[in-house]
């Protein structure tokens, strides 16, 4: 008589207890019909890992990186850029390119969600939920 035991163990999934960071990164700025002034930029509102947006303005040139975490599966990491002063009699447009990376328990940031249009306009905005 051949008498099988299948041993099985509760093991959990190993996203269970995952670890995920998201870093913002903005780039481009202002742009005027002919050329932004110095005090114009762009406003970035972004979710934090308290998922409580934040606001900061930013120059009119370079790339910005923000980084949040640590985050669980079902965070939905969001980034908007507006103009900056928002006025209405304004002719100012912005040229925003918005891109969000998320990592694994410290591993490699992966891109996961971008908008790298070269559009002037009022504002862009991309998001990505952690699954």
């Not at 190993?14 to 742009?31: H, I, L, S």
């Not at 009119?60 to 103009?83: D, I, M, W, Y």
């Amino acid at each position: 008589m051949l008498i099988v035991v299948a041993f099985t163990s509760c093991k959990k999934n190993a996203t269970d207890n995952a670890q995920y960071y998201v870093k913002y990164v903005v780039k481009g700025g202002a742009v005027y019909p002919l050329v932004a002034s110095a005090t114009s930029g762009l406003k970035v509102k972004l979710n934090n890992d308290k998922n409580v947006t934040e606001e900061y303005v930013r120059g009119n040139s370079g790339s910005h990186e923000f980084a949040v975490g640590p985050l669980v599966k079902g965070f939905t990491a969001s980034v908007t850029a507006l103009r900056f002063p928002n006025l209405a009699t304004s002719n100012l447009y912005i040229k925003p390119q918005l891109q969000i990376f998320v990592s694994l328990n410290n591993g490699p940031y992966v891109l996961k969600s971008e908008d790298l249009s070269n559009t002037t306009r009022d504002s862009a905005t991309i998001s990505y939920k952690i699954q």
